[in-house]
């Protein structure tokens, strides 16, 4: 087996002899979960390389993950938007060809994983499993099931760390048994990568045959309307298509322009951009799916960097972006229930509100602020939208506006977001409401930093272009009045044919009452947490809560004039 020089970056050139197999006359099964990509595949190699009988490459549709839910607030099934069900099969479609043009296929089954697994590995006789290593505390659990089955018949596994730039093991061994808790304390832990210097196997020029399937049940990739959905299920679909193919061609265009990449520097960027994304937009390819294998990526990004004299450095740069996600893998990894804010260590105990109407007016585009609600109808048409974008709707839900729950945001996202990711959508959550993170990194009071639903918009996109295309019911409202149409006369709201109120959602709040209220709150909160050194119960929290409401309606009181 050949392989190319690490330093190359032209996918066309990635290109190998013959895979040599081992003759041990066994047969191998390649699991794809995430690692959806022929390139720099780990398991995949392992596989192709150790049989020398057939290699079963497997995907299994798991119902609950992609069957229509009629109950559900947005297009799609129980567990994920119609968004990401479309891109995972764009994916898996372009993968089996991939496959196919090696002299192998994708095997489609359907059921619950671990029973389908175990299923084949009897069946097909296979003396070899091999998937990619994954740290979701779903893949865990699950691994945990099949693993210990396989070695009960003597299947050997290879579950190889290739999901990610560094083991999360390794880090947290490092550091003592814990993971670190800033991006600073994690780059000096975890240094350079071991695949910095790796020559990397990009394609192959054949893959061992499949073997007979038995009365296994396969099919090819389905088609959307296959599992029960409707071409017509929404107005707008995402832009952006799935698969290894697509990724290496988005990359191959980003990295083209050096200077563009020399110079990257988050948080800036306009998150109004539309027709041309201020980021890659490599997110969906790199964090959820695996079509594009973040090592190839790394070392893509050091080329560029030694071919320019200067460039951004992390943690603003592209690299810097690669590492902010291993950073949250990793303390996700170490860190018990980071999904959630009780039990969970590292997170800020706050007694947020409950408001069901508030939560389903932000999540459905009806805040009544344009900025915010564009935002989320982007998010609910395209599965997407830009960083800072997210950062506005998520600050505006949690400690900015509403004071809901970071958790049932991210219930939102986790849904209808196509790049969703268990770790780094729970971390970005709990750093954008101030529950974690966001203290350590900025002198206090920290949740006084707020984005205005707005001014930050309006910064941007004056003419409030982005506002039009998503609401097109504000497409004729004066760009004076487009951020706060119901400051606009009645005179001018007729004229633009959106009356606030009728057409348009009246402000559910009023931003600088709610961020002085939210402040508030949090100044409590943050209190009680120091003096109870982070040990709060459920009667803690109950208490404040009734404190904070107590005083938010005596100060509602007092604001109201008084008659004569």
Not at 124 to 130: A, D, P, Y
């Amino acid at each position: 087996m050949r392989r190319l020089p690490s330093s190359v970056c032209s996918p066309s050139s990635h290109r190998l002899n013959p895979v040599t197999s081992m003759a041990t006359g066994s047969n191998s099964l390649i699991w794809f979960r995430k690692g959806l990509r022929v390139h720099d595949n780990p398991a995949l190699e392992h596989a192709s390389k150790a049989s020398s009988g057939s290699m079963y490459p497997v995907f299994v549709i798991d119902p609950r993950y992609m069957e229509p839910d009629p109950s559900a607030f947005s297009p799609g099934s129980s567990r994920a938007g119609v968004n990401r069900i479309r891109f995972l099969l764009e994916s898996l479609k372009d993968l089996d060809s991939g496959l196919k043009k090696l002299g192998s296929r994708l095997l489609v089954l359907r059921g619950e994983p671990g029973e389908v697994l175990v299923r084949c590995l009897r069946e097909w006789k296979v003396k070899r499993l091999c998937f990619e290593y994954d740290t979701d505390p779903y893949y865990q659990a699950l691994d945990f099931k099949v693993k210990e089955y396989a070695s009960s018949v003597g299947v050997e596994v290879f579950s190889p760390v290739s999901h990610t730039l560094f083991n999360p093991t390794d880090i947290i061994q490092k550091n003592g048994g814990k993971a670190p808790l800033s991006y600073q304390s994690f780059l000096k832990i975890a240094g350079e990568p071991s695949c910095a210097e790796s020559e990397l196997l990009m394609s192959y020029s054949s893959l061992p045959p499949i073997g007979d399937v038995g009365s296994i049940g396969v099919s090819e990739v389905p088609k959307l309307e296959e599992l029960g959905y409707r071409e017509d299920e929404q107005d707008e679909w995402t832009p952006f298509r799935g698969g290894e193919s697509e990724a290496l061609e988005r990359l191959t265009k980003s990295i083209s322009d050096k200077a563009w990449v020399a110079n990257f520097e988050k948080p800036k960027g306009d998150p109004s951009a539309l027709l041309k994304p201020a980021t890659t937009v490599l997110s969906p390819y790199l964090k959820k799916f695996g079509c594009l294998s973040s090592r190839y990526f790394y070392q893509c990004l050091q080329r560029v960097y030694k071919d320019m004299k200067k460039h951004t450095s992390p943690p603003v740069s592209l690299l810097g972006q690669l590492l902010w996600r291993e950073f949250f893998y990793t303390t996700a990894f170490g860190t018990r229930n980071f999904d959630k804010m009780k039990g969970n260590p590292i997170c800020k105990q706050i007694p947020w509100k409950e408001d069901h109407d508030m939560l389903a007016a932000w999540r459905d585009g009806k805040t009544g602020y344009p900025w915010i609600d564009a935002i989320m109808v982007q998010l609910l048409k395209w599965g997407w939208m830009h960083h800072l974008a997210r950062h506005s709707v998520a600050c505006f839900l949690t400690r900015g506006d509403l004071f809901i729950h970071w958790e049932q945001g991210r219930d939102v996202f986790e849904r209808l977001l196509i790049d969703s990711d268990w770790a780094i959508n729970n971390g970005n959550w709990m750093w954008l409401s101030c529950s974690s993170f966001f203290y350590q990194a900025l002198p206090p009071p920290f949740y006084n930093r707020i984005y205005s639903p707005v001014s930050f918009g309006k910064k941007y996109d004056p003419e409030g272009k982005y506002i039009r295309h998503f609401l097109p019911v504000l497409k004729d409202m004066p760009k004076q009045y487009i951020y706060e149409p119901w400051t606009a006369p009645l005179s001018v709201q007729t004229k633009a044919k959106c009356i606030v109120g009728k057409d348009y959602p009246k402000p559910m709040v009023m931003h600088d009452a709610a961020s002085k209220e939210c402040k508030r709150k949090m100044g409590e909160a943050y209190a009680l947490n120091k003096k109870m050194n982070g040990n709060i119960g459920d009667d803690d929290l109950k208490d404040l809560r009734r404190k904070l409401e107590t005083d938010e309606e005596s100060n509602i009181r007092n604001q109201r004039p008084k008659l004569n």
